[in-house]
């Protein structure tokens, strides 16, 4: 077989007994390369490295920590072309979205350089007279990272990059579909001058190598990115270990959009929240919750818009919306669009799968009217280009209609009405509420996270991270 790229164990690249193809979405025939893929024994062996490190790890001192985290910032960031030109030709984001994701990834590890030098604990006088008390924030232990493949390398960089910050050792098990991503990162830190054991990469299907680390003692943190289905089996194992674990999970996320609103910057909200990135995003907007005054002005002006967009290659200039990631996602984006259809929904545009030059996963963005909040259109994550419109009276049912979900990660609104704004972001049941902005997008420096059954546990990202990538201790002292 031709070059197999491998794990990296205890400082060691190990190319395993098997290896998997990846293989381009929006070309069938483009084989990006062979990973190998992880043993329950790697996994093992990995974990066994990443606790064997960790002792000096926690000693290694913040120079050390900020340095490797500038150096693959700096990396990353020089690299943006060829590492973003991987993340769209195995994802099918959009090249530009690629990039950008990878621009993302080096503003990550640059914001955790900083936060390094920035460690504080505090020290405060004690109830007891002659008595100090210190509080300091401590590594938590090997941090388990187990990651989706709609953003492969901003995640995992939101992961990472605070671990090593708070001087943690990382086993890093990213999704099958994306394992390029994860080895130009993990490839970047290990030459930065990650400690042997530190950063370790193991490959393969989640059942088998995922399912390895959640059953290992020695892992006494998990980060996990992914479904609601193995978000709980992620909760399970942890809590059978008394481990630490940070669950980000799927979203329904509704934009309202009121009869005061700018019909541009609603459409554009819409438009670019349901269907950039191929929809594959948690924030996506698939419930389109609009007033009736607005209604059908709003679906005139979305519905041309979907027709212009260009479909197609993630490599060409020109495409807007890249591929679907898979033949098995493509197929369940497809069903839901049947699932709506038997609903009742009115399909206004798009949901079928379209043929190009080359052979991958494309598919019209489609737009639903006239459904109702409880079709499984509108309760179930589809995670593809599928949004559907709910039409409502007013600000209160909008409101109501959008809070009526399991889920809770982000939620828009369009208005101009700063009552009503005001009122959205007090009463939005999300970890994340944008007013005139689409609900995915977000900040690096700040919280990420969502609400109900969208997320659990510590929020990521910004100085947040903290709370989960550290253990706080309360030191007494009698002078
Ligand atoms: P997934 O749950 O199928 O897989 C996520 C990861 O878990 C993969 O690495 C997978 O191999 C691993 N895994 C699977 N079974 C496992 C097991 N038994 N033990 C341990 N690990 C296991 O999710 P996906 O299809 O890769 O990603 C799509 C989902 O991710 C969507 O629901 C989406 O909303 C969600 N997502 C959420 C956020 C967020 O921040 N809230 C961001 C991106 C994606």
Redesign the pocket.
């Known amino acids: 077989m031709a070059d197999v790229k491998p794990n990296l164990i205890g400082g060691q690249w190990q190319a395993g007994e098997h290896a998997s193809a990846n293989i381009n979405p929006s070309d069938t025939d483009d084989v990006i390369g062979h990973y190998a893929t992880a043993t329950t024994d790697d996994v093992e062996a990995a974990i066994a490295a990443a606790s064997a490190a960790a002792h000096d790890w926690a000693r290694s001192g913040i120079q050390v920590r900020h340095d490797i985290l500038r150096t693959a910032s700096d990396e990353i960031m020089a690299r943006r072309e060829d590492i973003g030109r991987l993340l769209s030709r195995e994802e099918g984001k959009t090249l530009a979205e690629g990039i950008g994701e990878t621009v993302r990834a080096a503003q990550i590890f640059n914001f955790f350089a900083g936060e390094t030098l920035r460690l504080a604990g505090e020290k405060l006088p004690s109830v007891r007279a002659g008595v100090d008390v210190e509080i300091t924030r401590e590594p938590v232990g090997v941090v388990g990272i ?6 492969p390398v901003a ?1 995992p960089a939101w992961k990472i990059a605070p671990a090593i910050c708070y001087a943690n050792p990382v086993v890093f ?5 994306v394992p390029g991503c994860a080895w130009a990162i993990v490839d970047i830190l290990h030459r930065a001058g990650m400690p042997a054991g530190t950063i370790n990469l193991v490959n ?4 088998v ?3 390895a ?2 059953d290992d003692a020695r892992v006494k943190a998990v980060t ?8 709980e ?2 909760a399970q ?1 942890s809590v059978r270990h008394m481990r630490k674990f940070q669950l ?4 329904k996320n509704p934009l309202v959009v009121l009869d005061d609103a700018d019909l541009d910057v609603a459409v554009d909200c819409a438009v670019q929240g349901a269907f950039f990135s191929t929809g ?4 996506a907007s698939s419930r389109l919750v609009v007033t009736e005054g607005i209604h059908s002005r709003f679906v005139e002006a979305c519905v041309s818009k979907i027709r212009e967009l260009n479909v197609g290659d993630a490599l060409d200039s020109r495409t807007q919306i890249g591929p679907v990631v898979d033949e098995v ?1 493509l197929q369940q984006d497809l069903d839901y669009v049947e699932i709506g259809r038997r609903e009742g929904a009115t399909l206004r545009a798009g949901g079928e799968r379209l043929a190009r030059e080359k052979n991958g996963y494309y598919m019209q963005p489609a737009l639903f009217t006239d459904t109702h909040n409880d079709m499984r259109i509108n309760t179930e ?1 589809v ?1 593809g280009p599928v949004a559907s419109v709910i039409r409502v009276r007013d600000y209160e049912e909008a409101l109501h209609v959008a809070n009526d979900t399991t889920f809770g ?1 982000s939620s828009g609104i369009c208005t101009q009405s700063l009552k009503h704004a005001t009122h959205f972001k007090r009463n939005a049941q999300a970890g994340m509420v944008m007013v005139n902005l689409p609900t995915a997008g977000v900040d690096y420096h700040v919280p ?3 609400a109900k059954g ?2 659990y546990g510590p929020r ?1 990202q910004g100085r947040y991270a903290a709370e989960f990538h550290t253990t706080v201790k309360t030191a007494y002292t009698s002078a």
Do not use: D, H, Y
């Not at 996990?224 to 978000?231: D, E, I, N, R």
């Open positions: 187990i990651t989706p493949w709609n953003f995640i098990k990213p999704a099958e579909l393969g299907p989640g059942s190598v995922g399912q680390m959640l996990f990115t992914g479904s609601q289905a193995t978000g089996r992620v194992a980000e999970m799927g979203g594959q995003r948690c924030t996602q994550e995670f990660l990420f996270g969502g969208s997320s990521e």
